[in-house]
């Protein structure tokens, strides 16, 4: 009986503790950034973490093309790679939606007419947004030289240009490139949910 | 049926004037002039009886009072009972007229000084934009929600988090749905000062206090099990 006890506490001990990883999902700075591999850009070709190790700083964008947030941010996107290309930072655009307005024949006429300077890429499969908890779009995950997790938030403080005032993203990237810790490593992520398909 | 093609409506007019240039001022720009009435600018707390009332023949308060568009401003009297104001201006209802809804701007301190005004009750918030699909496809069942259960006691409560210049068009969905209860609309407009002030990431969040004013649940993103919430609310609601 007490045997049985035991074994039954340490079943339920062990179900709590995969439970509580399973909640613990979500990523912290200084983590190791998850890696992807082989997934299928706008250009048809597959793209790979690796692919971009000549990188100082990747900056990995969740985003989709039916969100008027993240629409509203496809201009900053663009501007932000333009700006900080030279200084080796990447800029890659990931999409994990499945809704037709947001798939991969979708992205590429928005990406065609936007004309964007950085890879776009599709995860039908859902598994990287899964890996870093992306929860909107766009939510932003800075992943520095050594491709640990250093800054996850929002680009900026408002969707209205005018009214931004804070440039969370472009300041953590200043920081990084000076081997400094960003001024703020998190900030709130602020868009359209992302539509996780239920398991 | 119909809310639905509301929700197309009101979901692809965003849609369609940031889509094409990407400058989200523009979309502010055009909305701005576009439906310069509906705004209705003082009621903060509607009375008890006109939370109450089905929303189908309540009389229309268009509100000539300036609006209490600054934070300190909307919370000068506290003593005072500001929804029984606009009764004033109420006017025969003879047309078949949408209900009176009313939004406050307001910012993140003020807000929380509501939530604790609202203590004793059970309170369920309802944070939501226009722009965001599946809050537009929500909020028929925060109405219900509130259609059902505020006799029981429950209060509930909007903030929107769309742009403050586009209060019009957010005046105009709340008071198509019939949405009677206290409205919001944060001060901060779309993004990340909004969602740090409220304390909200994904739209659409329901938060849902106790009496107590302890914040017991949160439901976020879409497909939230809206039976599973009107079950806690009820659980909440037969606390004493």
Redesign the interface.
Known sequence: MAKKLLVLGLLAGVAMFVACRAEAAKLNIGDPAPTFSDLIGVDDKKHSLSDYKDAKIIVLIFTCNHCPVAVAYEDRIIALQNDYKDKGVQVIAVNVNNIPADRLDKMKIRAQEKGFNFPYLYDESQKIGHDYGAEVTPHVFVLDQQRKIAYIGSIDDSQNVQKVKTHYLRDALDALLEGKQPPKTVTRHFGCSIKYEKK | MYWRLLALVCLMF??AS??GC????D??DKQQSSLPCCAGGGLRFPPAEQQRAPFGPLPATEQTASSRQSESQGHQSEGQQPGVQPAENQQPNTLKQKPAVDIEIIGGPAFKRVLKKYEGKVVLVDYWAT????CVEMFPKTVELHRRLAERGLVVLGVSMD?PDDKPQVAEFLAQHGAIFPNYLSR?????????AFGV???PTYKLYDRAGQLVKEY????IDTAELAREIEKLLEQP
């Open positions: 965003p849609l940031v889509g990407g400058h989200p001022s979309y502010a722009w965001c699909g599946p742009d901060y407009g779309v993004g990340a000062e909004s969602a740090e990431g994904v739209l976020s993103g879409a497909g």
